[in-house]
Each structure stands twice: as structure tokens, then as C-alpha cells.
């Protein structure tokens, strides 16, 4: 986990994060969704 987190400039904890929810909701984890105030 440490490789990947260098790779993409983020913290470990990030991509431990990511993994577990990925592991949990699947691919819809990984498209972006917009929060209040978001654009178009």
C-alpha cells in the first residue's frame, strides 16, 4: 500500500480508504460524484 500511496502522491491511509470502499460498493465507489454547490 505504501508503493501505491508514493505513486500517487497520497497517504497510505487515503489508499486504504479508497480499497476498502471499492472492496464494499464496487466500481461506483470510483466515479466521482459532486457535493453541494457542485457544477455540472
Known amino acids: ?3 501505491f500511496a508514493e505513486v500517487t502522491f ?3 491511509d487515503r489508499v ?3 480499497i476498502h470502499n471499492f472492496n464494499a460498493d464496487g466500481f461506483e465507489t ?3 460524484t459532486l457535493g ?3 457544477g455540472e
Request: hydrophobic share 40%; net charge neutral; aromatic share 6%.
Open 16 to 18: 486504504r480508504d479508497v
Open 30 to 32: 470510483l466515479y466521482p
Open 36 to 38: 453541494p454547490g457542485g
Open 10 to 12: 497520497t497517504s497510505a
Open 1 to 3: 500500500m505504501v508503493l
